[in-house]
């Protein structure tokens, strides 16, 4: 297991984003203990002595009591786990596994990595993992962040003999299970299909474990979520990167889960079988559980009490689990960078099976690192025009609005004063976003460009081979009339030497012409890919202000249009109580008018008659004059 531990501290330090630290939350977090839960049920049947004549009995809700009836003496040993439950108990069991790693469930979102083993429950699976799915779900997306978050699985089917086949998408090819950092256990080229909540897990999980639910089986769920620093550079951000595994082994006498627990597995197990991948698991950067049940699955008692101490054992270490913060697009680059140099040092040195393994590895963990950079880039591209559409939505309806609303297409003059409807800074934007996009690079230019320049270094490292050719010609020619008196079978094997130097330094050549060719192409490669980034994200950026620019647009012209009506209300609404002020004092004028009248026709009424005729009618000629 050294291998492995080295093998984590790479992972552990590749896993931290490239040098980058983790948040001191996360970082510091205390020893992580292995959680057991026990489940026993009464052995029956018939079968070997060494098989049949156990009980185990259990002595309160933390500790188990093996014993061997039968023999001369009575072997007894009593073992503590987290929990301890009856067979009748198989769903309380479940309930308690299920309240132990919850927590551990909900650190997934945060980079952390979650390993559990079940073994002799292969009736209850299809009940259990959904719950477990569920509860990932829920604990890991409830969060309180609203950073998207990419979940994908993966389930395979594996077996003692070392053969791994995908099972959601069958096929006879056969999968190789590896430790790469900072991703830890991956299985190469298995499908990753991307899911979208527990309920779509748990049916394609039960839909391709239908037929093979008795079959050992490696579930993967994995959650990316976008780091809280992005790396500098183009089209690179750092992701958090946790996974729920669940090994699912079913009960029987040579399980490699026993025989890893008991220590009776070789220490340079060949990685990818299954004792490693159980090894991996509880020795790895991960929170580990395991669910046992105990009692008929024909076990021997010596293996299984080896077994038994070897969890408890365990379940008394502790060890550091670090979250998974990584830049993939980094990660791809820092790989190239060292494989070629590894092919460098395969030109000068004597070529041997393990520098040839040595590559062999490397080329395989750059492909996994690059699947997931792509999954990642692609992901991350989705959810821009996933925004870009959002934007573009709302501004389809207010534009549609604005065109049919009659305001916004004429308004009239107030007062000798026009109103305008947007100001001129906007133009501004919008031609900045235009230049914008204008000053991005031009991908398919820089394509031929680059297939121009492979071309001509083709032609170079021909015509450079030729003239080798020549020369080494001339050089065979010149060595062969130095050798014409030499004796016949002397001469047969010195053209033979010549005719294999020829063909090593032709393949010699050959190789160094291709090397240099893909080395340029690779760089090509990377160029194109960062001008592509490039061009995406000023187009994106381009798309975007002039949604915003509009945006502002439309907001700018509808708060005018809304303050000018209203200033023509409020001046409406003046003109009418400035009305109705100057309608009340004529009204209280006349009504004083009249009262005056009435009170002078009185007194008029009170004088003599004949007066009164003249009295009024001078009164008349007095009072209506000044008015006529």
């Known amino acids: 297991m050294e291998a492995m531990e080295g093998r984590e501290a790479v992972s552990a330090a590749a896993g931290l984003g490239q040098g980058r630290s983790a948040p001191s939350a996360l970082s510091d977090n205390p020893q992580a203990m292995l959680t057991v839960v026990v489940e026993v049920e009464p052995a029956t049947g018939s079968g070997p002595e060494e098989t049949c004549h156990s009980t185990f009995l259990l002595e309160g809700p933390n500790s188990i009591r093996l014993l061997q009836l039968g023999t001369l003496e009575t072997q007894e040993q009593c073992v503590t786990f987290d929990r301890v439950l009856h067979s009748e108990a198989a769903q309380e069991a479940e309930q308690e596994l ?18 559990l083993l079940l073994w002799g429950r292969e009736t209850e699976a299809p009940r259990l993992v959904p719950q477990l799915l569920q509860m990932l779900f829920e604990e890991a997306l409830s969060l309180g962040c609203s950073d998207p978050v990419l979940s994908t699985l993966s389930l395979v089917q594996l077996s003692p003999s070392g053969q791994t086949r995908d099972l959601l998408s069958p096929g006879p090819k056969n999968l190789s299970v590896l430790d790469v950092a900072p991703l830890g256990l991956v299985v190469e080229d298995a499908s990753e299909v991307e899911v979208c909540d527990s309920k779509a897990a748990s049916e394609l ?4 474990t239908g037929v093979e639910s008795r079959a050992c089986s490696l579930l993967t769920v994995t959650m990316c979520r976008p780091g809280p620093h992005p790396s500098e550079g183009a089209g690179t951000q750092t992701m958090w990167q946790g996974a729920l595994r669940i090994l699912q082994l079913p009960g029987a006498l040579d399980c490699p889960l026993l025989q890893v627990l008991a220590g009776k597995v070789d220490a340079e197990e060949v990685e990818g079988s299954l004792p490693w991948i159980v090894s991996w698991l509880l ?4 929170y580990s559980g395991l669910l046992l049940r105990l009692g008929s699955q024909g076990s021997s008692l010596s293996l299984l009490q080896a077994a038994l101490l070897g969890a408890a054992e365990r379940r008394m270490q502790g060890k550091h689990v670090r979250p998974t913060l990584w830049d993939a697009a980094e990660e791809a680059r820092a790989r190239r960078a060292g494989l070629k140099s590894l092919r460098l040092g ?59 609303s009659p305001g916004l297409q004429g308004e009239p003059q107030v007062a000798g004063r026009t109103t305008s409807l947007g100001p001129a800074p906007q133009k501004h934007s919008l031609r900045d976003s235009e230049e914008q996009a204008q000053q991005a690079p031009d991908v398919a230019l820089q394509f031929f460009l680059a297939q121009a320049r492979r071309q001509r270094l083709r032609e170079q490292q021909q015509i450079w081979i030729q003239e080798e050719l020549k020369h080494l010609e ?10 014409v008196k030499g004796l016949v079978a002397g001469e047969e094997a010195a053209q033979e030497r010549r005719r294999w130097h020829r063909e090593q330094t032709v393949l010699r050549l050959q190789l160094e012409a291709l090397q240099a060719e893909r080395d340029t192409a690779e760089q090509d490669l990377l160029a194109l890919y960062d001008l592509h980034v490039q ?28 303050q000018h009506h209203r200033s023509l209300l409020a001046g409406v609404l003046q003109d009418g109580i400035n009305l109705a002020a100057q309608n009340q004092e004529l009204q209280a004028r006349i009504q004083q008018l009249q009262q005056a009248q009435t009170r002078q026709e009185a007194v008029m009424l009170d004088r003599c ?11 008349r000629g007095s009072f209506l004059s000044p008015h006529s």
């Open 609 to 619: 008659p004949g007066e009164k005729s003249g009295d009024q009618d001078s009164f």
């Open 474 to 483: 001339q050089e065979e020619e010149e060595a062969a009339g130095d050798q």
């Open 283 to 286: 020795e790895g950067n991960n």
């Open 205 to 208: 999980y039960l839909q391709a």
């Open 535 to 562: 061009a995406t994200q000023a187009r994106t950026c381009h798309v975007l202000q002039v949604f915003r620019a509009w945006r502002r647009l439309w907001e700018e012209q509808t708060m005018t249009t809304e």
């Open 346 to 404: 395969l030109l000068g040195d004597t070529l041997s099976d393990g520098k040839f393994n040595q590559l062999g590895r490397a080329l395989r963990e750059l492909q996994v690192v690059k699947a997931w950079s792509q999954r990642l880039g692609s992901w991350m591209l989705k959810g821009v025009k996933a925004e870009a559409a959002g934007l573009l939505e709302p501004l389809q309806v207010t534009n549609s609005a604005a065109s049919h």
């Open 98 to 115: 299920l309240a132990q790693v919850q927590s551990q469930l909900g650190s997934v979102g945060r980079g952390y990595s979650v390993g």
